[in-house]
């Protein structure tokens, strides 16, 4: 048996894709912690008197070492913003997390201790280079570790076999090169970036005429998060995680998100959340200023700008007044005003007719001309379908133009593509989200590994 998995090592979250066998792909979503346990914590560890989730008990053993990885990892930590873990590169703890992972598909559908995965993995450009031209031993050590390991107190052996490394940000960029008639056009004669703000860190991925380029720096969400922390009364890092987000770019005393963060009661509160709004708002300016002052020199003169990654959302204001003059393409779920519905433009029958009628001339008396015959029809049949199609299109643009500036109009196209890619997100693997500000982070943080399984999965 062997199982497909594509991972995306967040800094704040595991953003993974599963395909069992003759299955649909399903998402699991955990915390990205993961901590070293010594031999004395784990003996002595309480045991649950109820069954508890693999993905809330996440413990791996291989080598000499044991690893809490997620929630279980959160539990044992003492770095509340995991600054430590952030500063590495994400190879350096990418194992264990791995190792968990497949431990947990292995128990949530009861697999033999002994299977196979094959595996696609994004990492930074930088490291993304690194793996792929061979300077480390990360697929090495990864094959090695999966060999043999213990998780949750059973042993497995799992087979490695088949890795593939992309860089982040080169899923965003394959969903917007699907949706082109011309793809190949799209992609070596224009020069595209995408801009991903994560929780760790912020990167460029940039196509330059079909030449690929990246760009990886320090500015992460994780940061603002430690500079709220300096100047709280000792909120933690996830309230205030979860506030900020859902406070959007509201930031405020009066948003409830805010105010349920207050310590103090009475006159203090007010004083204290007046000092927090004040921290959180310097904060974030502080920390877009030197992101769009590094991100200004390499994306100047793109096509297209693609806007992607969680923290993207609390910027969507700033990024447009930074970016003024540049196409932007959201891959985040942002709210965004009912927009005309943009039929998607048809897409022809492949070939052209002399292609086909040249067939039926070459093919041999018999079976053969028949076939060749049968595929001529039908590619007649798809013209004049097609046709019709494009008749209808025409129409219907006609009516969107005469409501609209024709200046308007392309930008009203990039924003129902994006809206298309964010809702196939949305009803393939959330569906059954409640919450409506839960469900657009989701969607938005697994915009590039869906990509990225989209691509490959139309390969």
Not at 69 to 85: H, P
Not at 375 to 384: D, K, M, V
Not at 402 to 424: D, F
Request: proline share 4%; with cysteine.
């Amino acid at each position: 048996m062997t199982v497909k998995i594509w991972a995306d090592l967040g800094g704040s979250t595991l953003k993974i894709l599963v395909e069992m066998p003759n299955k649909s792909t399903v998402p699991i979503i955990m915390s990205s912690r993961v901590i070293e346990l010594d031999d004395w914590l784990v003996s002595n560890r309480t045991v649950a008197m109820f069954d508890i989730s693999p993905q809330a008990d996440a413990i791996v053993r291989f080598g000499k070492g044991y690893y809490a990885v997620g929630k279980l990892a959160e539990q044992y930590a003492s770095d509340v913003t995991n600054s430590t873990e952030l500063k590495q590169p994400k190879q350096n703890t990418a194992i264990p997390k791995l190792l968990a992972v497949v431990g947990i598909i292995k128990q949530k559908y009861e697999l033999p201790t002994r299977f196979a995965v094959e595996l696609t993995l994004l990492l930074p450009f930088p490291e993304y280079q690194f793996v792929k031209d061979g300077g480390n031993n990360f697929q090495a050590d990864l094959k090695k570790a999966l060999s043999y390991f213990e998780f949750r107190g059973e042993n497995y052996e799992v087979n490695l076999a088949n890795f593939g490394c992309k860089p982040e940000g080169s899923g965003l960029i394959m969903l917007r090169y699907l949706q082109q008639q011309d793809r190949q056009d799209w992609l070596l004669n224009s020069k595209i970036a995408a801009l991903m703000l994560g929780h760790r860190n912020t990167s460029i991925l940039l196509y330059d005429y079909g030449t690929p380029s990246g760009y990886t720096n320090n500015l992460g969400f994780y940061q603002i998060i430690q500079t709220v922390i300096d100047s709280s009364l000792g909120q933690s890092a996830a309230a205030l995680t979860e506030a900020i987000y859902k406070a959007n770019d509201d930031i405020s005393p009066n948003n409830p998100h805010i105010q349920a963060l207050a310590m103090t009661k009475g006159k203090s509160k007010r004083a204290e959340l007046t000092r927090l709004v004040k921290a959180i708002a310097s904060a974030q300016k502080n920390r877009w200023q030197q992101i769009a002052s590094w991100a200004k020199l390499l994306v100047d003169d793109v096509d297209e700008l693609i806007i992607g990654g969680g923290t993207a959302l609390l910027y969507q204001k700033a990024i447009r007044e930074t970016f003024h003059s540049t196409r932007l393409f959201w891959a985040v779920a942002t709210e965004k005003e009912p927009i005309p519905q943009i039929p998607p433009q048809p897409i022809g029958p492949s070939g052209h007719r002399e292609e086909w009628e040249n067939k039926l001339l070459a093919a041999k008396p018999g079976h053969d001309a028949l076939k060749a015959k049968e595929a001529l029809e039908q590619y007649e049949e798809q013209l004049l379908s097609y046709q019709q199609q494009q008749a209808d299109y025409e129409l219907q643009l006609k009516v969107v133009q005469a409501a609209l500036s024709r200046e308007k109009l392309p930008l009203l196209q990039l924003q129902h593509q994006s809206q298309a890619i964010i809702e196939e997100i949305a009803q393939t693997f959330f569906s059954q989200e409640v919450k409506s500000d839960e469900r657009r982070f989701r969607v938005t943080q697994f915009v590039d590994i869906y990509g990225v399984w989209k691509a490959i999965e139309n390969a």
